[in-house]
């Protein structure tokens, strides 16, 4: 199998564990804000959650990632971002939107939750804030895989 062939194997393995991922993370979700709701902390728990989900669910991707064969050597880099890293991170395409949007229906559906206006219906700053911290992890994240990819030879 040449080193294309590979990376093509490699990539499809990791949408696979991504797309297993997802019911995971709901769950996770769903643990935590009940979790809140039990200790009575529901003051932020929207973003609190969404990025405790998600920080542990790139830093188990990047693991995963990690176990996985790839050859990143004959490959071009262009602006240092290695052509490989594209298909990888593009496994994560839509993956935010449809969290988010299960997360903010679960809020909007809470009982517990309906007595805290802004958690229970988060409005469009709050959720753009919290779209603002993610996009501080994703960075993190997708900067961390590059480095990654580029040194696999």
Not at 65 to 78: A, H
Request: charged residues 20%; aromatic residues 10%; contains cysteine.
């Amino acid at each position: 199998m040449t080193n294309t062939d590979q990376n093509a194997v490699s990539i499809g393995q990791f949408q696979c564990y991504i797309n297993e991922c997802k019911p995971v993370l709901k769950k996770q979700y769903e643990l935590l804000l009940a979790q809140d709701l039990s200790r009575q902390q529901w003051d932020g728990c929207f973003q609190r959650n969404v990025l405790a989900v998600l920080g542990q669910a790139y830093d188990g991707a990047l693991a995963y990632l990690k176990t996985l064969p790839l050859d990143s050597s004959r490959l071009p880099v262009n602006r240092g971002l290695s052509e490989l890293s594209k298909p990888v991170l593009a496994a994560f395409d839509g993956f935010i939107d449809d969290f988010l949007l299960f997360v903010i229906d679960k809020h909007r559906t809470s009982c517990a939750l309906s007595n805290f206006p802004d958690e229970h219906k988060p409005d469009k700053a709050y959720v753009n804030a919290v779209r603002h911290d993610i996009a501080g992890l994703w960075q993190q994240f997708a900067l961390t895989v590059n480095a990654y990819i580029l040194e696999c030879r």
